[in-house]
DNA sequence: ACAATAGTGTCTCTTAGACAATATCGA
DNA sequence: TCGATATTGTCTAAGAGACACTATTGT
């Protein structure tokens, strides 16, 4: 009665040598098999509440990461994306540190900075893309870039973050004005970073009620105008 | 094979009395058979090229009414939703001048004030709280609400409509600027708007370019902090 | 002339960015 | 002490809102 295929892709995105980079993997079945792509699958309606649920299981059994944050993109359909025909993708975006990749230890998992994608499988290039302008334009007025910090870290540490995804440098001060009226992040008593031949920076942790809701701000981070 | 229903629905709003409305029709099916709900039906894998293309056939189909302006909402899926079982609808959300609906002549259609909702079938109320906030938050950073606005427009006129939608007052010289920034109106050489006991008003049109495009900025409208 | 609203000039206040001064570590 | 980076203070410039003044219509 129904011939539309309905299934969920994950775009797993981390920040690693500064840069955005998105998790592939290598498909096991056809179509495309062998090739590397977005983690997703069908939508199991028997064990999915819904396709966020699903979603967070395609990472889970992929990819062995349960992530804090996870949010729709869009819906991507129609009768082309697919070979074995009409198809129907709700994607959905992930931001996590990379240490939390690493220790999940699924060496198959890859990845590739998000500007050195290229052609994927299906219309997951595509997918990539927005997901990464969302990112992107999210980041530019909220809390969304901690995320991809550890528990703690150091300011310096999260405006290199903001710098990364934004592509641009962020003035100081702003910044730090900006995460103070954001109040999303508060100073671990007495924590410092240590080691370095300087002076030592207060480490920060994200706020509890922020863990997995985003704070926003209506003016954005840099505006150039 | 594939048990999950698959839908597009339609959150079609307009400009009345200065408040924003929604477009609702009585169900001629079960379930919910005789209930106002958003107009939106089952995505037809042989007819519709995507779900843009099936949002697009549904409100040409149930209210008459080819919008230029149609965004994916989000996507709306789960168990519970549904009364048949396992369903997934791909929302959109649709501006027009209210003149078209009344022109467009479907009297099945019927218009409530987005804050008078209530109790919808399935979860429409949910997705039309989704698509008013979706719609005031971009109104406060782009030309949206134009497309409530009729061909020609005078800037006051177009100031009660980001008012009305934003729900509060904006500053007169600051919209004037704004609008001025974000390049979207132009004004229709020597047209006015006549027969008022006051000086006459400029008319505007929306500039030929973002006829289907909005114009942006990423600094918004009122900023209250 | 008067009422009413359109359209503009300008002042002030807030906020973002530049710059620089001070603080604190390891070497 | 020196080099390096954290943190803070302050000045300046751009943008937003308040206010008021001028313009143009119908009555």
Known sequence: ??????????????????RLHVALLKRDHAPFAGLPALPGGYIR?????????????MLREKTGIDS???EQLA??????RDPRGWSLSVAYYALVPHELI?????PEVTLLPVDKVGEL???HAHIVAAAVQRVRNKSSYSSL???????????????AVYEAILGEPINKVS?????????????????????????PAQLYRLRECYSRNLSLTDRALNAKG
């Open 1 to 18: 009665m129904n011939d539309i295929i309905c299934t969920v892709d994950v775009v797993l995105m981390t920040l690693k040598d500064s």
């Open 145 to 159: 870039p901690v995320y991809l910090c550890g528990d703690s870290f150091t300011l310096p540490q999260l405006q």
């Open 175 to 199: 910044f730090r004005r900006k995460m103070e009226e954001l109040d999303m992040v508060e100073p671990v008593a007495g924590a410092m970073e240590t080691g370095k031949a300087h002076r």
């Open 45 to 57: 309606a028997a064990e999915d509440g819904d396709t966020q649920a699903a979603a967070a299981r």
């Open 75 to 80: 819906t991507f359909s129609g009768r082309e």
């Open 68 to 70: 804090p944050y996870l």
């Open 102 to 106: 690493e220790r999940a230890g699924h």
């Open 121 to 123: 499988p299906f219309d």
